[in-house]
Structures are given as C-alpha cells and as structure tokens.
C-alpha cells in the first residue's frame, strides 16, 4: 500500500493506512480528545450529525522536536478551529466540516473496515480550495497518519517536523501537473 494520498478529483486527497485493531481502538484515537491529542488535535466532537467540533491544534502535544519558524506560534501556543459533523456512523464512518475559514469549509472524512486483527482506515479530505492547500494538507494528513500508526502499535512516534519539509515538497511535485 501506497503511504502517500491519492488524488481522487479536483480538491480531494485520499490515504488508506492498515493499522493495528479492533477498530473499536481506533475509532477511540479519532473521536476521543484525549487519544486524538496525541496525534493529531484535542478538542471535542459531538457524536451526531450537526453536532459541533472543536480541535485544538497544539504541535508540541505530538513531537518534542522544534517546528520551522512559521510554524512556532501554532506549535507552542496552539490553534483552535470550528466544525460540524457531517456524519456520524460509530466504529464505521465519522465526517466533519475541518475547522478553518467559515466561506471555505473543506471535510475529512475517516472511514473504518476490519481486516482480520487489524483496521483499514481512509481518510478523504474533500473540498479544498487548490493546489497549494492539497500540498499543504497532504503533508499534514502524510505525517500526523504516521504518528497515528505509531501510538496504535505501541512505538515511540516518529518526528512530525524532522519530515515536514521533505514530505511537502514530494506532494508538491506530485502535484506540479494540477491545474491551481
């Protein structure tokens, strides 16, 4: 299985990850404040479709490692962003709208199968504006996915900011050919 996201149509970004089940444990690492902080963002989500979501971007809650410099303030301070759930399938499928600017809501969706002792996940984030932000994301989706395999198998955590830049720029040459 290919690690790095797929272009599925314009403004949408695919990854599929095997990871260590039940699923029932990694539908807890997505919806679960507590174990989501430890990849990705803390913060609630309401599990019901319109029900609010609240993600607290805070980098040094992943990696020890220190962030580039125009990432310092979310790394040490955090960012707290808005969304809505979109759908709500427990252990199957939750979607929600992903925080950001109001007028240009894009989605993740993250979706769960069982495959014997382990768990297929995918992760489609739909709806983003263009191709610098499908980089952007990309690598964001690339290395937090990482982070997430790791704790789920039990290992220490890969570094997020030691592959930023190297996972950016392949997403950015294999995306060179998108329209912007």
């Given at each position: 299985?290919?690690?790095?996201?797929v272009?599925?149509?314009?403004?949408?970004?695919?990854?599929?990850?095997?990871?260590?089940?039940?699923?029932?444990?990694?539908w807890?690492?997505?919806?679960d404040?507590?174990?989501?902080?430890t990849?990705?963002?803390?913060?609630?989500?309401?599990?019901?479709?319109?029900?609010k979501?609240?993600?607290?971007?805070?980098?040094?809650?992943?990696?020890?490692?220190a962030?580039p410099?125009?990432?310092?303030?979310?790394?040490?301070?955090?960012?707290?962003?808005?969304?809505?759930?979109t759908?709500?399938?427990p252990?199957?499928?939750?979607?929600?709208?992903?925080?950001g600017?109001?007028e240009?809501?894009?989605?993740?969706?993250?979706e769960?199968?069982p495959?014997?002792?382990?768990?297929?996940?995918?992760?489609?984030?739909?709806?983003?504006?263009n191709?610098?932000?499908?980089?952007?994301?990309?690598?964001?989706?690339?290395?937090?996915l990482?982070?997430?395999?790791?704790?789920?198998?039990?290992?220490?955590?890969r570094g997020?900011?030691?592959?930023?830049?190297?996972v950016?720029?392949?997403?950015?040459?294999?995306?060179?050919?998108?329209?912007?």
């Amino acid at each position: 299985m290919n690690e790095y996201g797929v272009v599925l149509e314009s403004g949408a970004v695919r990854f599929e990850r095997i990871l260590p089940g039940p699923v029932e444990r990694v539908w807890a690492y997505i919806t679960d404040s507590d174990k989501r902080r430890t990849w990705l963002a803390s913060g609630e989500i309401e599990g019901r479709v319109g029900g609010k979501v609240e993600l607290l971007f805070k980098h040094s809650e992943i990696t020890d490692e220190a962030p580039p410099e125009r990432y310092r303030e979310m790394h040490d301070n955090g960012w707290l962003g808005h969304g809505k759930v979109t759908r709500y399938e427990p252990h199957r499928a939750i979607a929600f709208t992903w925080p950001g600017e109001p007028e240009a809501k894009s989605e993740v969706t993250f979706e769960l199968a069982p495959e014997g002792e382990r768990v297929r996940l995918v992760v489609t984030h739909r709806r983003l504006a263009n191709k610098a932000e499908m980089t952007s994301v990309s690598g964001g989706w690339h290395l937090h996915l990482g982070i997430l395999a790791d704790r789920l198998a039990g290992e220490k955590p890969r570094g997020f900011w030691s592959g930023h830049g190297k996972v950016e720029a392949e997403y950015a040459a294999r995306y060179a050919d998108l329209p912007q």
